[in-house]
């Protein structure tokens, strides 16, 4: 069983930033992917950035420019830098990783970390 535990949300003003973490139990280099997604309540969750094992990121168009995903593979753990936070990315985001098993995904979150940006 994988667990990942995010860290780093809060409370920020427009305009402000955050840094999220997110910590895996196990080699983050194991899993084909690890990235963060983010959810408002009755919508569906939706992919903030990713980073694949191979170092290739991925960002919504949203944040493009803004949020940097990043990695530490010594402490096992991922960051996502936000940088100029808007009102509208008040969420609860999640850390997620990805790991294919002949030819099977299977997708492992975290229990979310709260985001409010608000003045």
């Known amino acids: 069983q994988v667990q990942l535990v995010e860290s780093g949300g809060g409370s920020v003003q427009p305009g402000g930033s955050l840094r999220l973490s997110c910590a895996a139990s196990?080699?983050?280099?194991?899993?084909?992917?690890m990235g963060w997604y983010r959810q408002v309540p009755g919508k569906e969750r939706e992919l903030v950035a990713t980073?694949?094992?191979?170092?290739?990121?991925n960002y919504a168009d949203s944040v493009q420019g803004r949020f940097t995903i990043s990695r530490d593979n010594a402490k096992n753990t991922v960051y996502l830098q936000m940088n100029s936070l808007k009102p509208e990315e008040t969420a609860v985001y999640y850390c997620?990783?990805?790991?294919?098993?002949?030819?099977?995904?299977?997708?492992?979150w975290g229990q979310g970390t709260q985001v409010t940006v608000s003045s």
């Open positions: 997620n990783a990805r790991h294919i098993i002949v030819s099977e995904v299977y997708d492992y």
């Open positions: 196990r080699n983050i280099l194991s899993f084909i992917s």
């Open positions: 980073v694949t094992s191979g170092g290739t990121t």
